[in-house]
């Protein structure tokens, strides 16, 4: 498939789970591809599986909490790639707590972890997105996708205040970007994830997601592949015309 070969791709925390599989999918589509990470030996791992496509690939290293880090690992890739038309800002974390990995409860909450939270989910977003932005704008073209998730359209007992925040926030920033870049040709979606099997899925009490699969109408988590692949038709010329949507992919649970 080559429906992304003109295309230069960057997806943060590409160096596994969801990122990992989106970055790949449009290695499979043909775009070039800049991993970006915080991990250095997982993006280039990262990198090493794109190359094996036989399409450009770069790892790039950055906190996307790190305004600068990231302006400089976006200019990496751009002068190796060229200037980067698709963002995915898919860098994300949820911490949890105790031995068996709950929720951190809100009365409970360090200020020190909800800023973190913010940092990364939300901030890095920004951060990702103001540094490929002036290249798109010159481009007259760009598709930017921030993952999401359904605990930011809905309650979910799973995740704390700070995820569900940030989560809800990055809507917000989805549908206020869409509406200033589109006069400049750039599109900007949201997927929202349900319980999907990654390392940080994992990382939950195996209990919550059991009971999750059972309430889900597909009776099934999802797979990052399954994500990927609607990450794949939002940044494809197939989705020229649609901005400013959020795309649960989460087998019916929690739909809003
Ligand atoms: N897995 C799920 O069930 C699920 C559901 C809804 C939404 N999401 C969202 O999808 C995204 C990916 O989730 P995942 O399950 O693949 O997570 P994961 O923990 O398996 O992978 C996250 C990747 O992001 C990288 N990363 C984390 N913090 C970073 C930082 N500060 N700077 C650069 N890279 C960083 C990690 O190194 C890792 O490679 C996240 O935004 C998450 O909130 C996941």
Known sequence: MSSHASRVVLVSGAGRGIGRAMADAHADAGAAVAYLDHDPDLARTAAE??????VNA???????????????????????????DVLVNN??????????????????????????????????????????????????????????????????DIVAVHYAASKAALVGFTKHLAGELGPFGITVNALAPGRIDTPLMRGTAPEANEAVRAVTPLRRLGSPEEVASVCLFLTSDAAAFVTGQVCDVAGGWLMT
């Open 49 to 54: 599986a794109a190359r094996a496509r036989g």
């Open 58 to 84: 770069v790892a790039v290293s950055a906190d996307v909490a790190d305004f600068d880090a990231v302006a400089a690992a976006v200019a990496e890739a751009a002068a190796a790639l060229g200037p980067i």
């Open 91 to 156: 860098a994300g974390i949820s911490p949890k707590t105790g031995a068996d990995n709950r929720r951190v409860d809100a009365f409970a909450m360090d200020p020190a972890e909800w800023r973190r939270v913010i940092d990364v989910n939300l901030t890095g977003a920004f951060n990702c997105t103001r540094s490929v932005l002036p290249g798109m704008r010159d481009l007259g073209r760009g598709r930017v996708v921030n993952i999401s998730s359904v605990a930011g359209r809905t309650y979910c």
